[in-house]
T-cell receptor
Framework: DAKTTQPPSMDCAEGRAANLPCNHS???????VYWYRQIHSQGPQYIIH???NNETNEMASLIITEDRKSSTLILPHATLRDTAVYYC???????????FGQGTRLTINP | KAGVTQTPRYLIKTRGQQVTLSCSPI?????VSWYQQTPGQGLQFLFE???????NKGNFPGRFSGRQFSNSRSEMNVSTLELGDSALYLC?????????????FGEGSRLTVL
């Protein structure tokens, strides 16, 4: 599985958009980009995933660069409940094994 | 529908003992994975079961084992416990299909080894 690089921590003001970057420069053509988050003392929660097109769901948007070497997770209107560790993972289609890095600790400030 | 259920939520054991953790997946989910989370190593994959067969295994010693039953429920066992086995053990289930990276995690079983 490709390695990902994320900033260790970020801060964002409540109500603003939170943009979380992820570098995955060695991603292969058949690897998807997945985002999970883990709120303190809970199990990780799936957020969104994509292959090469931008994706949006009720939780977030995922922007993948044209060369697929990096992506950005966007939480459009961050709330205090979005404070969590966010993990960017690349995964071969059909694989069940998630390889978690250290993630980005996002703190939403009032 | 009900989420992934893990029992027990908390437990304390002493070195040398063994422990069994249980996981009930979301109804209809046939794949169950286990992860260990520690402050030092983060989240690490232990193993994955599908249709009662272990399909993937992480880099853990043989003291860590698991199984899956015909109803997709899974158990993991750790024998001869060591202090370093203190961790949050997370179970995740998923539908096996085209997009299989969407895992649903339980709340975890927090094991403390004294």
């Amino acid at each position: 599985d490709a390695k990902t690089t994320q900033p260790p921590s970020m801060d964002c003001a409540e109500g603003r958009a939170a943009n979380l970057p992820c570098n995955h420069s060695t991603i292969s053509g058949n690897e998807y980009v997945y985002w999970y988050r883990q709120i303190h003392s809970q199990g990780p929660q799936y957020i969104i995933h994509g292959l090469k097109n931008n994706e949006t769901n009720e939780m977030a948007s995922l922007i993948i660069t044209e060369d697929r070497k990096s992506s950005t997770l966007i939480l459009p209107h961050a709330t205090l409940r979005d404070t969590a560790v966010y993990y960017c993972i690349v995964l071969i289609q059909g694989a069940q094994k998630l390889v978690f890095g250290q993630g980005t600790r996002l703190t939403i400030n009032p | 529908k009900a989420g992934v259920t893990q029992t027990p939520r908390y437990l304390i054991k002493t070195r040398g003992q063994q422990v069994t953790l249980s996981c009930s997946p979301i109804s209809g989910h046939r794949s169950v994975s286990w992860y260990q989370q520690t402050p030092g190593q983060g989240l690490q994959f232990l193993f994955e079961y599908f249709s009662e067969t272990q399909r993937n295994k992480g880099n853990f010693p043989g003291r860590f084992s698991g199984r899956q039953f015909s109803n997709s429920r899974s158990e993991m066992n750790v024998s001869t416990l060591e202090l370093g086995d203190s961790a949050l053990y997370l179970c995740a289930s998923s539908l096996v299909g085209r997009d299989t990276g969407e895992l649903f995690f339980g709340e975890g079983s927090r094991l403390t080894v004294l």
